[in-house]
């Protein structure tokens, strides 16, 4: 049973693939809640590049050795993920009055849908505030540098799964 006090978090996303903004996220959330639980969604409204247990390696990987992040693949309501989870907070990442916009309309449907639950937004760090997984795909589909945009072993994974297409 979780303490009664602590602070739980969900992260939800298809982080297709995860990228340095979508790490620097989960950075900043672990150092404000106790737990972090980064849902990677199966979401069959998507066709993602790579598999759901591809997607959850990548942050795995990214936060080995971190008690507090633990990552999990869900599917359905993020709400009803979040009640399971004993938490009360969901984090969504922005990065632009665009990305307002979409993640507004979800936070006040999640809030209807479930009147304890909040929305928590965090905007990535400044040198990661333009990073997409689409731009992300694109730059690689072309063979532009990976470096600063994704963990080495994503670029690495998605130069493999791209020279097989």
């Given at each position: 049973?979780?303490?009664?006090?602590?602070?739980?978090?969900?992260?939800?996303?298809?982080?297709?693939p995860a990228t340095l903004a979508h790490i620097d996220i989960i950075k900043k959330a672990a150092t404000m809640f106790d737990e972090v639980y980064v849902a990677v969604a199966r979401n069959t409204s998507k066709s993602p590049f790579f598999t759901e247990k591809e997607r959850l390696s990548f942050i795995e990987q990214a936060f080995e050795g971190v008690s507090n992040v633990k990552v999990e693949i869900f599917d359905g309501l993020v709400v009803d993920y979040a009640k399971q989870k004993s938490s009360s907070i969901i984090i969504r990442g922005i990065r632009a009055v665009s990305d307002f916009?979409?993640?507004?309309?979800?936070?006040?449907?999640?809030?209807?849908?479930?009147?304890?639950?909040?929305?928590?937004?965090?905007?990535?760090?400044?040198?990661?505030f333009y990073i997409s997984s689409r731009l992300i795909k694109e730059i690689a589909t072309f063979g532009g540098d990976l470096k600063s945009l994704v963990p080495e072993y994503v670029g690495e994974a998605l130069i493999k799964k791209l020279s097989k297409k």
């Amino acid at each position: 049973m979780k303490d009664s006090k602590s602070k739980i978090a969900i992260y939800p996303g298809t982080f297709d693939p995860a990228t340095l903004a979508h790490i620097d996220i989960i950075k900043k959330a672990a150092t404000m809640f106790d737990e972090v639980y980064v849902a990677v969604a199966r979401n069959t409204s998507k066709s993602p590049f790579f598999t759901e247990k591809e997607r959850l390696s990548f942050i795995e990987q990214a936060f080995e050795g971190v008690s507090n992040v633990k990552v999990e693949i869900f599917d359905g309501l993020v709400v009803d993920y979040a009640k399971q989870k004993s938490s009360s907070i969901i984090i969504r990442g922005i990065r632009a009055v665009s990305d307002f916009d979409y993640e507004f309309q979800m936070a006040i449907a999640n809030h209807k849908l479930e009147s304890e639950i909040n929305t928590v937004f965090i905007m990535p760090s400044e040198d990661y505030f333009y990073i997409s997984s689409r731009l992300i795909k694109e730059i690689a589909t072309f063979g532009g540098d990976l470096k600063s945009l994704v963990p080495e072993y994503v670029g690495e994974a998605l130069i493999k799964k791209l020279s097989k297409k």
